[in-house]
């Protein structure tokens, strides 16, 4: 049996003193891009009561477009805000675990053990993180075996909703960040959530997956998640210099006209030093763009309803 998460918490990393962050005008936006009046995000009140955690699943099957950055830094920006935040790292590849520190040879547990034995209880395998207010589970590559593992499971497309359900009223927002396919492990995380945020990298033959994603979606509506949402298409990666990364987002706009968030992220290498740090760019570069935009993501998707 896992010990508590207090004995096995390895997140006890001192984040940076933070100083006075970039304002929302050195963001890159959607708006501003395509030469749109740009909305302003202000800073949602605090919370009084917490819990009934919204779930979003962070999903793209292609790699490398900036799910895991987006799970971890869009957390820590809506626990800046005094929501309580739950990571879940759903990818046998566990770069969420990485990126926040924590060793896979070390843990004693992880989504794994919760998705594949009943008798364990998710309290047993939460980690704390460097960030107040957030909390992870880890993953391990044996989580690849899961798969193979449930293929004989009744209602197998349903045991992470399981899984999740014991601590939905002590958070108000749970992130789960996918592996990059649609296999089984992803619609079990579509099943669980309400919503999907989709990074998208702002590259043409990063559209080119999106359909696809889409049909998915789709089915996991009809067959075992009726109040799946979409929550946002993130453009992720936006490269400033380049007119081919101002054409992408237009082709994004395009076919998502409601759905494109307006906060973009652009490249910048701050963000692979954090991932060698194993904190989010909010602490480790608190006062760069890269931070301010993950801190206007959060109060953006606030202010459409994804979370309190």
């Excluded at 006075?20 to 050195?26: A, L, Q, T």
Aim: charged share 20%.
């Amino acid at each position: 049996m896992a010990k508590s998460a207090s004995e096995i918490s390895r997140l006890n990393a001192k984040s940076t003193i933070k100083s006075v962050s970039k304002s929302d005008s050195e963001v890159v936006t959607t708006s501003s891009v395509l030469n749109r009046p740009t909305p302003i995000f202000p800073e949602p009140p605090h919370l009084t009561t917490h819990g009934d955690a919204q779930i979003i699943s962070v999903v793209n099957q292609k790699g490398g477009v900036g799910k895991t950055t987006t799970t971890i830094n869009l957390g820590a920006a809506f626990a800046e805000l005094g929501r309580r935040v739950l990571l879940i790292d759903f990818d046998p590849q566990h770069s969420l675990s990485v990126g926040l520190n924590v060793s896979t040879r070390e843990i004693e547990g992880s989504i794994y053990d919760l998705m594949m034995d009943e008798s364990t209880k998710i309290d047993d395998f939460l980690l704390k993180t460097s960030v107040p207010g957030m909390d992870m589970v880890p993953a391990h590559e044996n989580l690849a075996g899961a798969e193979g593992g449930l293929v004989s499971v009744i209602a197998r497309e349903k045991i992470l909703k399981r899984v999740l359900d014991p601590v939905r009223d002590f958070y108000d927002v749970i992130l789960i960040d996918c592996q990059p396919s649609l296999g089984l492990l992803t619609v079990n995380a579509l099943t669980a959530s309400n919503w999907v945020l989709v990074p998208l990298e702002c590259e043409y033959f990063a559209l080119r997956g999106v359909a696809l994603l889409d049909d998915i979606i789709k089915k996991v509506q009809v067959n075992t998640n009726p109040d799946l949402k979409l929550l946002g298409i993130l453009p992720t990666m936006f490269d400033r210099k380049t007119v081919h990364s101002r054409e992408v987002l237009e082709r994004i706009s395009e076919a998502f006209p409601s759905k494109i968030c307006d906060t973009t992220i652009a490249r910048t290498v701050r963000f692979p030093e954090t991932t060698v740090a194993g904190e989010p760019i909010t602490s480790y570069a608190s006062s760069s763009v890269g931070a301010a935009s993950y801190r206007r993501l959060a109060r953006e998707l606030i202010s459409i309803g994804g979370v309190r």
